[in-house]
């Protein structure tokens, strides 16, 4: 089945404990994105990547990180959480022929920073 | 920033009557895309329009794009109860691969 897996899909931290949240598509897209949504505010794109080891900051890239070393996986990493970062976090990836297409959703990771 | 601006913010409306949410956005994009979500789920595209179309239907989905006014529109037609959702528009700009959505409507369906 094609699908986006994130992991974990709720999490409860404290400020400052460095975490990861594992993105991954089946579908070999080279498009992939992590956005944060907020009641009010909608999805804003964090980081997004064009392909591997491509990667560029979104609206909001402050106190996030990603990697892509494999066309599958994007991970984004918190290294020292706050409390203004306790989110609902969606990835998302798409195929990139010239333009960008459809977007494909994870089901989402309820972050908790306290 | 946010390039699209749903428009209502919140909709109530009958089974068996039409919806209609709008968009704007304010630079030029390649695509203009639609997306549901029903509460705190994962995001699930729609329909997606280009820049050089301006109607496009999927079942009791149809979507108008205005380049000119920069501003699209989605029209759900009999409404269900299962369209009850959060719907959302998404822009690409034309220079990079950014996506943006709005803040989103909030339809419900009262049966």
């Known amino acids: 089945e094609a699908q986006v897996t994130q992991n974990p899909r709720y999490l409860i931290t404290v400020t400052g404990k460095k975490l990861t949240v594992t993105c991954s598509q089946n579908?070999?897209?080279?498009?992939m994105s992590w956005y944060r949504q907020d009641p009010g505010l909608g999805l804003r794109q964090i980081y997004y990547?064009?392909?591997?080891?491509?990667?560029d900051k979104g609206d909001v890239p402050e106190g996030y990180k990603v990697s892509r070393k494999e066309k599958r996986n994007f991970p984004l990493i918190l290294e020292s959480p706050s409390p203004n970062q306790t989110s609902l976090y969606f990835c998302?990836?798409?195929?990139?022929?010239?333009?960008?297409?459809?977007?494909?959703f994870g089901p989402g990771t309820r972050l908790t920073v306290l | 920033s946010q390039q699209g601006e749903e428009d209502p913010q919140a909709l109530s409306i009958q089974e068996g009557e039409n919806a209609t949410m709008n968009c704007s956005y304010k630079?030029?994009?390649?695509?203009l895309q639609w997306y549901r979500q029903n509460s705190g789920r994962g995001l699930v595209h729609l329909i997606l329009i280009r820049s050089n179309e301006r109607e496009k239907h999927s079942g009791r989905l149809r979507v108008t794009l205005d380049t000119s006014k920069k501003s699209s529109s989605l029209l759900i037609t009999a409404s269900r109860a299962a369209d009850t959702a959060s719907y959302f528009c998404a822009t690409d700009f034309r220079l990079d691969y950014k996506l943006s959505f709005g803040a989103g409507t909030t339809v419900t369906v009262r049966a």
């Open positions: 579908m070999n897209h080279e498009y």
């Open positions: 630079t030029s994009i390649n695509n």
């Open positions: 990547s064009m392909n591997v080891e491509v990667t």
């Open positions: 998302a990836s798409s195929l990139k022929t010239g333009l960008l297409g459809e977007q494909f």
